[in-house]
T-cell receptor, first 116, second 113 residues
Framework: AQTVTQSQPEMSVQEAETVTLSCTYD???????LFWYKQPPSRQMILVIR??????QNATENRFSVNFQKAAKSFSLKISDSQLGDTAMYFC?????????????FGTGTLLAVQP | ETGVTQTPRHLVMGMTNKKSLKCEQH?????MYWYKQSAKKPLELMFV???????ENNSVPSRFSPECPNSSHLFLHLHTLQPEDSALYLC????????????FGPGTRLTVT
């Protein structure tokens, strides 16, 4: 069975600085998808970034980028120029490839606090 | 706003009550999901529906009964719940398969007394 591990329950960063959130996963599949979702306080969970395992190039979305190391089964999220609005719970998630069910497997989350 | 709405936002119920949670998506998606979010635990997938057909039941106790009358609406009927069922229940929807992004609703905060 697939598992997702986020070893940092809480992190703090100063505004405008860079922070990296860690995520490791375990799977025997060769094709899959990885996601980072963001859940701000009392607000809806939204997708931050998505990576397809067959793509070697790391995904980027504006200030958000990932470091995808397939052999190490590592998928970290880097947030550059942190802003107060980045304060949220961040979840790493895994989805297998193919099949009728888009089953997302989540980690326990990392609570990120951006300090002014 | 993600285009997925949930009602009610908060619910307190006794262990002998019957209540229902409602989810509606305005995105034209064909798949809908129920998740349970408890403190310090990963989100747990409960049920998946594709084109109104249930495709996943993640060993959920029968006191939780889902219903999907059409691709835009999803219900979770609750009866004889336990205090450990207190949690945030999230609904999500997506278009198709193959790693499609899931759009989440704001959740229903459920407290069982």
């Amino acid at each position: 069975a697939q598992t997702v591990t986020q070893s940092q329950p809480e992190m703090s960063v100063q505004e405008a600085e860079t922070v990296t959130l860690s995520c490791t996963y375990d799977t025997s599949e060769s094709n899959y998808y990885l996601f980072w979702y963001k859940q701000p306080p009392s607000r809806q969970m939204i997708l931050v970034i998505r990576q397809e395992a067959y793509k070697q190039q790391n995904a980027t979305e504006n200030r958000f980028s990932v470091n995808f190391q397939k052999a190490a089964k590592s998928f970290s999220l880097k947030i550059s120029d942190s802003q107060l609005g980045d304060t949220a719970m961040y979840f790493c998630a895994f989805m297998g490839y193919g099949g009728a069910t888009n089953k997302l497997i989540f980690g326990t989350g990392t609570l990120l606090a951006v300090q002014p | 706003e993600t285009g997925v709405t949930q009602t009610p936002r908060h619910l307190v119920m006794g262990m002998t009550n019957k209540k229902s949670l409602k989810c509606e998506q305005h995105l034209g998606h064909n798949a809908m999901y129920w998740y349970k979010q408890s403190a310090k635990k990963p989100l747990e997938l409960m049920f998946v529906y594709n084109f109104k057909e249930q495709t996943e039941n993640n060993s959920v106790p029968s006191r939780f009964s889902p219903e999907c009358p059409n691709s835009s609406h999803l219900f979770l009927h609750l009866h004889t719940l336990q205090p450990e069922d207190s949690a945030l229940y999230l609904c999500a929807s997506s278009l198709g398969a193959g790693g499609a992004e899931q759009y989440f609703g704001p959740g229903t905060r459920l407290t069982v007394t």
